[in-house]
């Protein structure tokens, strides 16, 4: 009965917990190693940036259609009451998705990360291999990565500019100014 808690909205606070836990673990794939089949370390390759990105467009879009919210009230300084209905959240969470989506659907087509084992130069005293080191790679996924990153950083850089021109509305029902802390 908090009216911060209310105001913040509780499905705006799940979505964010759960996209920052989802995100979170994407983590979890990239610590595997052999002796896991290589078809399962393939599939944890990919996996850790599709968790993250899923984690990260979950977070984001609630944080995005609340500030989205917050920037009518600056634009219609008369309005008394800022609510962020389920299908401003939803359909925030659409958008965003679709574009990562997109991405994520090509790279995982057309260069899907893979588990490698890379030898390092330490050998033993009859030329043996004594050293390597696996990671999940493909020489081709560098578009993929910077496009994927382009885009957040462009919504993340709009919303940023929302957040700042809205700054000025009340504090009781926005949590822009403590986000950009």
């Known amino acids: 009965n908090n009216p911060v808690i209310r105001s913040s909205q509780p499905l705006f606070l799940i979505m964010l ?3 920052s836990l989802i995100m ?3 983590i979890f794939p990239l610590s595997l190693e052999e002796p896991i089949s290589i078809s399962i370390l393939d599939i944890a390759c990919m996996s850790a940036p599709w968790l993250y990105t899923s984690g990260a467009i979950i977070a984001f879009s609630s944080l995005f259609a609340k500030t989205r919210g917050v920037r009518r009230a600056y634009i219609d300084p008369n309005l008394k009451f800022i609510h ?3 299908i401003d959240i939803f359909g925030t969470f659409f958008v965003l998705s679709l574009f990562n989506l997109i991405v994520m659907l090509t790279w995982q087509i057309v260069a899907p990360l893979k588990w490698r084992r890379f030898p390092l130069n330490a050998k033993d ?3 043996r291999i004594v050293e390597s080191y696996g990671t999940c790679s493909n020489e081709n996924a560098l578009p993929f990565v910077v496009s994927i990153i382009s885009i ?3 919504i993340l850089i709009f919303a940023n500019w929302w957040a700042y021109q809205s ?3 009340e504090t009781e029902y926005h ?3 403590y986000i950009g802390i």
């Open 17 to 19: 917990v759960l996209g």
């Open 24 to 26: 979170a673990s994407s």
């Open 84 to 86: 962020v209905s389920m």
């Open 125 to 127: 005293k009859f030329d």
């Open 152 to 154: 957040n950083m462009c």
């Open 167 to 169: 700054r000025n509305v």
């Open 175 to 177: 949590e822009s100014r």
